[in-house]
């Protein structure tokens, strides 16, 4: 599977973004998916995931209550909807998916090898 994350830009702090991961190649129906970032100096992160039937998600504290995350099979996407930005969110944003697991398993294989990645999108909040 091919994933492709969208979405990011330039905001002020307070502000809401919406990051859409589109996936091809393969249906994502039953396929874990989740949301990591990585910021300079830092390593990658888990910032949100969600199981295949939506029935489960996992969110990191740090973005809990204010970040989202959401899919739509029909469509091949899954969303993270961001709300009330701070600069401390600054991070180039990517997703991943794996055919198996729930949605806590896959954000914490954040460095497993049996992850699909794709390539990320910038998400820059301002003060």
């Known amino acids: 599977v091919q994933l492709q994350a969208s979405g990011g830009g330039l905001v002020h702090a307070g502000e809401s973004l919406k990051l859409s991961c589109v996936a091809s190649g393969s249906p994502l129906d039953y396929w874990p998916v989740g949301w990591f970032r990585q910021s300079p100096g830092n390593g990658r992160e888990a910032v949100s995931c969600?199981?295949?039937?939506?029935?489960?998600?996992f969110y990191a504290d740090s973005v809990k209550g204010r970040f989202t995350i959401s899919r739509d099979n029909a469509k091949n996407t899954v969303y993270l909807m961001m709300n009330n930005l701070t600069t401390e969110d600054t991070a180039v944003y990517y997703c991943?998916?794996?055919?198996?697991?729930?949605?806590?398993?896959?954000?914490?294989?954040?460095?497993?090898?049996?992850?699909?990645w794709g390539r990320g999108t910038q998400v820059t909040v301002s003060s």
């Open positions: 969600i199981s295949g039937s939506s029935a489960t998600s």
């Open positions: 991943a998916a794996r055919s198996y697991g729930g949605s806590t398993s896959l954000c914490r294989a954040v460095h497993s090898e049996s992850l699909s």
